[in-house]
Structure formats: C-alpha cells, structure tokens
C-alpha cells in the first residue's frame, strides 16, 4: 500500500472513531473503508463518515471519492460527480478526481463540463495517453470529428500501445468513410489486447459501413462472447441483422441493448430505424422520442424522427426535427437532402435547392442530394438542370437502373424522345424485371411512333403482382376500371400508391387514344391524390401543363 493509501485509511479511521451520532446506532461507519460490502452498505457508512465531517482532510476526502465510486457502479451519475466535486474542492490538484468527475458527466451527456475537467487533468499531467483518449470520446459524441482525431493521435504519439487510443481513431476513420484507415487501426488495437471486445465493435461497425456484412457480424459475435454486458455489440448487430432485413433478430439484438443500458439514446435510435424500415412508423417515432428525452441534441434522432414524419405526410414536423438536426450538427447531409425533400412537397423548390447544394457541398459524391436537386429543377421548369443532375448521379454510379429510368423520364417532358427511348432502353437492360421501366419505354415508344415491345418484355416481369394490372391495360387485356379495381389493397397506403398508379398510366393510356379531356381527369386525379414523392405525381402535373390545365 502506498503512503497516499496508507494516509487515507488513517484518515478515515479518524473519522469514524470521531462518530457518536446515535441517530445513526445501527450504520456501522468503518464499512466505507471494509473490503466486500455492497454499494448500498459502503454509501451508507461513508455517508456518516462525511457527516459526521470531523478528523483530518484527507480521510473526508476518501470518503467522497469512496462514495463517489459506488454511485457510479449504480449508474447515478449525478451524486458521483456531486461527490467527486467536493474531493476537487479538499483537493484542486487531485487529477483523478476530475477524470471521474468528467467521465460521470460524459455519462450524463454535459459534455462541455466533461471537456473542462479533461482539460484540468491533461493540464496537471500533459503525458497521460488515456485522458486524451477520454477526451477524444467526447468530442466524437459532440460531433467534433476534428478534435476527436487530433485527441486519439495525440494519445497514439504519447502511448503507441494504448489500444483503446487506436479504438478512438478508428472510429473516427469510420465516421469520415475513411474504412481501410478505420479497419487498420481496429486491427492495430487487438493486435495489442485481442480481448478488447470494443474494438471488435468497431471494426465490425467499419465493415458494416463498408459493406463486408459477413465479417462484421463475425465481429459482432466474437464481441458479445468476450463480453456478453456489452449493449453496443447488441445495438450493432441488430444493425447488421436490418441490413439483412431480418428485422426480427434485429430487434430482438436492440431489445437486449436496451435492457442492459436503457440510457443509451443510441440503441432507441438503431431499433426506430429497424421499425421504419419495417413500415411501423408510430413505434418508430416513440423510439425517436425517447431517444430525444435522453440526448435532446441527438442530431440522429431528429434526423430519424424527420424522416418518419415525412413518411407520415407531415412535412411541417419534418422540417422542424431537420432544423434541429442540423443545428446539432452541421454536416449532417442527409438532413440537408430529407429536408430539401420536404420543402420540394411543400412546394417551395427554391430552399429545396439551397438544401441539395448544401449537401453536396458536403459531398460531391452524394447522390440522393444530386437527384433530389434534379426534382427541384423539375419542379422549377428548368430541365435542363434537371438532366444534368441525373447525368452526374449516372457518372457516379453507372449501374443504377433507376436512374437511367429517372433521367429517361426527364427526357420525355424535354421532348427529347430518341434520348428517353435509350435511357429507358438502358435501364430495362440493368434490371429487365422492372415492371414500371417497361411501361415508361412503352409510353414513350407509341409517342415517338416506335413499335411495342411490351409483349416480349412480359416474359421477365412477374405478372402476378402489381403493376401487373397497368401492363395487361397496355396490352389490351384489361381496362382501367379492372385496373382501378385491382388497386384495392387492405393497407391504406399501397391502396393510396396503386391508386395513384392506376389514374396515371390510366391517363396516358388516354392521352395516346386522342381522349384529351378524359386523359386531363385522370391526371387531375393523381396530382391531387398521389404521394407527392411519387414520379407519377410530379408527370401527371407535367401532363397537365402540357394540356393547358392549370394543376
């Protein structure tokens, strides 16, 4: 034991042979200081000791810090860092108090305060690699990414075997998409400590991301095995199962995340996503909001619960969690792209377009920002800086039918047929079982006067499902109040966006036979009732235009 040991259990001694209170008779006050009691049991005794508030300095100081130690086995937060400020009072110079201090208040999200007592410590002794890593933590979950990295390669420069400081890096890595500096750094830190379960967590996040779904829940696994309390692990696999669409096991993984830390705002956001994507908005949402109460600048959770609204035709809510989003953070791309989405529903394709600019002035790689600028042209009149959005989505990913159909579709309202046929031509060759490509190419093959290819195309489309209806109205088979029938679904929102379908290509059917007025009904039906993130009710109002109606 050392002399600093030694010279605090002399000063609790002190204390407790200084009690004499006997509202206290059945508390036993030399338990703060006794080996194997429970939390409740030392709190209690270091609490008489500190009341009592007699003997030497030190001696109360261990009490404080003892005390402060249970509170934080039992996750109160706030009483700890009560308790290890009173310790910081006895003592300024005492850095472990303020590294407690601040790793109690990064718990309970004062992240300021927390990058205050790091800062106190890293000044009373520059050379400790685990404070700059600590600090690092914090500024990541501050969304300072700059600060976080200059934090973790401070702690690698003054400790090249701190693992935990290679941990923090990687993270880093990841979050900037840099995956094979983030994988190599996860591999230096269990190259030093193969048991660290965190890093296998983050190497496994860095796969995910990167598409190595594989090795990243091998990962998973291997983490939850050396350590099966660790509620990350859970919530990161549940990610991986949601990219595999099992959403049962993935939510059964957030599930057991929660349970073992119902605090983490993280894990109610990973299960709202896994819940969204399985078409339970409203159960998304409560998991947003619970997520909010916990970390109310959580710029995910907004960014979540915005998209949800959106889904749910609130774009006013929308727009208004976006706000907060990017308020929190700043570079949040897609909160730039959701709420351009939502101004272009509002109507308001100007700040829609401010918003994808600003996106990809983020980044210049994004598509869904360049596409989604591409439908605020649109929506302006301006094709041609509609089409030259989706020429630069097409260089970015050369393989994507639905852009090829998009721009195809573009080329159409341009009047540009022979360039729509080829782009819609394109598409049907990358996925020739997309049913829709095949009626926009038939549509526009019978405007240019070209012959029908939609009979041959019937032999790779599943003609069992929607739209297999609207294409058997095309052929002849059918017509649109059989297809209008057919729509019907027990879900009200596929019956709303078969309904749309239906009126659309019901209406160019019309416009192609000269039944102008019948055609102008049609489409006035789906401007008013399709989805207005639907393709179909953005053309319809082209249709219209074109016609001489006013929308």
């Not at 030694?6 to 209170?21: I, K, M, P, Q, R």
């Not at 291997?222 to 859970?234: K, S, W």
């Not at 109205?473 to 879900?491: H, Y």
Request: proline fraction near 4%; hydrophobic fraction near 40%; charge should be negative.
């Amino acid at each position: 034991m050392t002399r600093r040991q030694w010279a605090a259990v002399a000063g609790v001694a002190a204390l407790t042979l200084c009690f004499a209170s006997p509202g206290h008779a059945q508390v036993d006050p030399a338990k703060c200081l006794a080996p194997m009691v429970s939390s409740d049991e030392r709190i209690a005794a270091c609490t008489i000791v500190i009341e009592t508030g007699r003997g030497p300095k030190i001696g109360l100081a261990w009490a404080y810090r003892l005390r402060a130690r249970e509170y934080l086995k039992k996750q109160d937060f706030n009483h700890a860092a009560a308790d290890y400020s009173q310790v910081i009072q006895l003592y300024p110079e005492d850095r472990y108090a303020y590294i407690a201090r601040a790793d109690a208040n990064s718990y309970l999200k004062d992240f300021d305060q927390a990058i205050a007592d790091y800062d106190q410590a890293i000044r009373l002794d520059p050379g400790d690699s685990h404070v700059y890593t600590r600090r690092a933590l914090v500024y990541f979950r501050k969304n300072d990414f700059d600060r976080a990295f200059s934090d973790s390669a401070r702690a690698i420069e003054l400790n090249p075997n701190d693992e935990q400081a290679y941990v923090s890096r990687g993270t880093v890595f990841s979050q900037r998409g840099e995956f094979e500096h983030a994988i190599a750094d996860y591999d230096h830190a269990i190259g030093i400590n193969p048991k660290d379960a965190g890093a296998y967590v983050g190497r496994g996040a860095a796969l995910e991301r990167s598409g190595q779904i594989d090795r990243a829940m091998a990962d998973y696994d291997h983490a939850i095995e050396l350590n099966p309390q660790d509620e990350q692990a859970y919530a990161n696999r549940g990610s991986a199962y949601s990219r595999r669409s099992e959403f049962e096991r993935a939510i059964a993984d957030y599930n057991h995340a929660i349970e073992l830390n119902p605090n983490d705002e993280r894990a109610y956001v990973g299960r709202g996503t896994v819940l969204q994507r399985n078409g339970q908005r409203d159960r998304a949402i409560a998991d947003y909001d619970r997520a909010i109460e916990l970390n109310p600048r959580d710029p995910y959770a907004h960014q979540d619960r915005g998209i949800a609204y959106f889904r749910k035709d609130d774009a006013d809510r929308a727009i208004d969690d976006f706000d907060l989003a990017i308020q929190a953070d700043p570079n949040l791309k897609y909160s730039y792209v959701w709420r351009g989405n939502a101004y272009l529903v509002k109507g308001d394709p100007d700040r829609a377009v401010a918003d994808y600019d600003k996106a990809i002035q983020i980044d210049r790689r994004d598509k869904q920002a360049y596409a989604g600028r591409s439908n605020a042209y649109k929506a302006k009149g301006d094709l041609v800086h509609a089409v030259a959005d989706y020429d630069e989505v097409i260089r970015l990913d050369p393989k994507s039918a639905h852009s090829y159909r998009a721009r195809g579709i573009l080329q159409l309202h341009a009047g540009s047929f022979d360039k729509s046929l080829a782009d819609l031509h394109q598409s049907l060759e990358l996925d020739p079982r997309d049913a829709y490509t095949a009626l926009w190419r038939e549509i526009v093959a019978r405007r240019g006067s070209q012959p029908s290819r939609l009979a041959d195309t019937t032999a790779q489309l599943d003609m069992t499902k929607w739209p297999a209806p609207v294409v058997r109205m095309f052929l002849g088979e059918t017509t649109p109040e059989a297809v209008l029938a057919a729509a019907q679904d027990s879900d009200p929102q596929v019956q709303k966006s078969q309904r749309c379908e239906a009126n659309f290509f019901a209406g160019e059917l019309a416009l192609q036979r000269g039944s102008k007025e019948e055609a102008a009904r049609l489409f006035g039906l789906a401007a008013t009732d399709c989805p207005k993130t639907f393709i179909e009710w953005s053309a319809a109002n082209v249709e219209l235009k074109a016609l001489g109606t006013n929308p």
